[in-house]
């Protein structure tokens, strides 16, 4: 029988917190408030293209690195779907005020990180891609080392101790 170590699984989960804290400061070179702006900006886009109200569920099967060439599809043609994301609606969804994240979004614009425009909204810059193809192996091995974590104290079971 395995032993339940709800201490060490909350251990686990926090290293992996600030491991991606501090893969972001150094693979992006921004502050964790922008790390966010992107994202949710990200996600936003992610929705999209996995959930878009202008097709059939074709890409509900998608491999991570195939999303990238379809988000830049919506990123810079004529958006097809009509759910903008604004600065302000980022402002609301991460309780930031607008006008920081106003500046935050132009310095990711400068950095290429993010595309704005009043009329489409935000979306991914040409430089956002490169990067998160570095973090995202670092990120997904510190998610994988959590959930064997998880495996080894007894599961998901276990998990619904913790309070």
């Given at each position: 029988?395995?032993?339940?170590?709800?201490?060490?699984?909350?251990?686990?989960?926090?290293?992996?917190?600030?491991?991606?804290?501090?893969?972001?400061?150094?693979?992006?070179?921004?502050?964790?408030?922008?790390?966010?702006?992107?994202?949710?900006?990200?996600?936003?886009?992610?929705?999209?293209?996995?959930?878009?109200?202008?097709?059939?569920?074709?890409?509900?099967?998608?491999?991570?690195?195939?999303?990238?060439?379809?988000?830049?599809?919506?990123?810079?043609?004529?958006?097809?779907?009509k759910?903008?994301?604004?600065?302000?609606?980022?402002?609301?969804?991460?309780?930031?005020?607008?006008?920081?994240?106003?500046?935050?979004?132009?310095?990711?614009?400068?950095?290429?990180?993010?595309d704005?425009?009043?009329?489409?909204?935000?979306?991914?810059?040409?430089?956002?891609?490169?990067?998160?193809?570095?973090?995202?192996?670092k990120?997904?091995?510190?998610?994988?080392?959590?959930?064997?974590?998880v495996?080894?104290?007894?599961?998901?079971?276990?998990?619904?101790?913790?309070?």
């Open positions: 029988m395995t032993k339940y170590k709800g201490s060490e699984i909350i251990y686990h989960v926090l290293m992996h917190h600030i491991n991606h804290y501090q893969e972001v400061k150094k693979l992006f070179q921004i502050d964790y408030d922008s790390h966010m702006i992107l994202i949710t900006t990200y996600s936003h886009l992610l929705y999209e293209v996995l959930n878009p109200s202008y097709q059939k569920k074709d890409n509900e099967a998608l491999d991570w690195n195939e999303t990238f060439p379809i988000i830049k599809n919506l990123s810079h043609k004529e958006k097809k779907y759910a903008k994301l604004s600065i302000y609606s980022i402002s609301r969804i991460l309780s930031i005020p607008r006008e920081s994240v106003r500046r935050k979004v132009m310095f990711l614009c400068k950095k290429k990180y993010l704005y425009s009043i009329k489409r909204g935000l979306s991914l810059g040409e430089n956002f891609e490169p990067v998160a193809k570095k973090i995202a192996p990120d997904l091995s510190a998610l994988s080392k959590v959930i064997k974590k495996d080894e104290t007894g599961g998901v079971q276990n998990l619904k101790r913790i309070r």
